[in-house]
């Protein structure tokens, strides 16, 4: 571990255990995300594309009609605004590791609601030199809330992202963002035959989660589907 991740891993032991905690969303103390909170979020909501998650649209969408995913299906629990999106900020960028079991369970409950069964919840990879640097995969944090909460195997070792490409936030262009994850995964794993839960925290354009998918896929996985805790719109 990088001296900025072992300083990250020390800052969030002081986030949880000397700070009180506070909601990311009103400032109440004792949660770092009130239930009052939580509910006023901007769920998302049908109709939406079954293959992208897009809102107020009929499936498959315009875009994915032009451009299918390689995902068999995506379950996504809220719009990228507001307080969800105050909350990412947190986990991902300010260390608030503690947010993850409290958003790791409305996807739960997503999942099970979408009656998707899988054999294994992937974690959407970091590059070994940006998981240096941050400390932490917020989306390994997501899924191992959701695999306790499911009964279901995380398995980090199935998918390994094999170049940097740079993070997809300062790729602004649709066809940019394809380009930037093309070929960024690779399988290693004895996959053949699975069923696969790709996880990370937000979802925009279906990059990351095709190129993965793509890679599973090319190994043998008979399915593989796309779980994120918030869609851009």
Sequence with gaps: MTKLGLLNSVWNKVLTTVLP??????????TYLCDDCLASALWLEEPQCEMCAEPGVASPCSRCRLRPLAVDGTVAVFVMDGV??????????????ALAPILGRPMADALT?????????????MHPRQLRSRGYNQAA??????????????????????????????TADYDSRWANVAYAFQCDANVQGKSLMLVDDVMTTGSTMHSAANALK????????????????
Excluded: F
Aim: with cysteine; net charge positive.
């Design 21 to 30: 905690a506070q909601c990311v969303g009103c400032g109440v103390s004792g």
């Design 113 to 125: 609601q979408r009656g998707v069964a899988v054999d294994a919840l992937i974690p959407i990879p």
């Design 218 to 233: 090319e190994a043998g996985a008979a399915q593989v589907w796309a779980l994120a805790l918030a869609r851009e719109v």
């Design 84 to 97: 969800i999106r105050k909350a990412v900020h947190q986990l991902k960028y300010r260390n608030l590791r």
């Design 141 to 170: 944090l997501l899924a191992k809330e959701v695999g306790t909460r499911l009964e279901v195997p995380v398995e980090q070792a199935y998918l390994r992202r094999q170049r940097w490409s740079g993070p997809q936030v300062a």
